[in-house]
């Protein structure tokens, strides 16, 4: 039976670095969780969490910081069902209530959708987005751009033209959110495309595309999240 786990160690295993691995970090420091649905043990990162509310309802702790004792899945469309299909939530959180599947994807879709915004936002504040189709052209060529973000409703042509752009130039790409949406977040009008220029926040926001697409993002409003 898979009970919740708590922070403060209960069931906590103490990875070992892969091996071949130099990674620098100590073993000790790497904490795995278990996923409710596949049952494989991964970096505590690497996994949501959930936990047990006050009202008995087990939530998404997508920023891992609500109180209780908690329990970890992958986010992904396939340990979800998974672990709902074993009733393994209700077993983790000791028969807790849970919403259902559909509604839980589309919590944790909405979840992984805010966290794109906000770091697209951070990006934003901190200068390293490029806006607009001709300015996000432009960073291309000058090989400024790590990370692009087209809007899913682009025309099939100027998709063709921004997707082979970024094969050649072997820059990374997601198609996610409406032109609306981002020329929105931005405080401007309809924007095509935002092209990040900073290594480490494209590699965060990668993360967050990755999720969405591992999460069939595609029952999100139509949303595509393609590489
Ligand atoms: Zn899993």
């Known amino acids: 039976m898979s009970r919740a786990e708590d922070d403060a160690g209960n069931g906590e295993t103490k990875g070992q670095p892969p ?5 620098a970090r100590e ?3 790497i904490k795995t969780r278990t996923c409710l649905g596949c049952r494989e043990s991964k970096d505590k990162g690497d996994l949501v969490r959930l936990v047990a509310g006050p009202d008995g309802v087990v939530v998404i702790d997508y920023k891992g910081n609500l109180p209780g004792r908690g329990s970890y899945v992958c986010p992904k469309e396939s340990c979800i069902r998974g672990a709902f299909s074993r009733k393994q939530l209700q077993r983790a959180f000791n028969g807790a209530r849970t919403e259902g599947v559909e509604e839980f994807l589309n919590h944790l879709r909405k979840k992984v959708l805010e966290r794109v915004l906000s770091m697209l936002s951070i990006s934003r ?6 806006d607009g189709r001709e300015a996000v052209e432009k960073g291309m060529e000058k090989g400024k751009i790590v990370l692009l973000l087209l809007a899913q409703d682009l025309s099939a042509g100027s998709m063709k033209q921004m997707t082979e752009k970024c094969l050649s130039r072997g820059i990374k790409y997601y198609i996610c959110l409406s032109k609306d949406e981002i020329g929105d977040f931005l405080g401007k009008g309809e924007r095509v495309a935002v092209g990040i220029t900073d290594k ?3 590699a965060l926001l990668e993360k967050e595309f990755c999720r969405l697409r591992s999460l069939g993002s595609m029952a999100l409003g139509g949303n595509k999240c393609l590489r």
């Open 27 to 29: 073993p000790d420091k």
């Open 125 to 130: 504040k901190a200068g390293k987005i490029v």
């Open 200 to 202: 480490s926040l494209s």
């Open 19 to 23: 091996e071949g691995h130099s990674c």
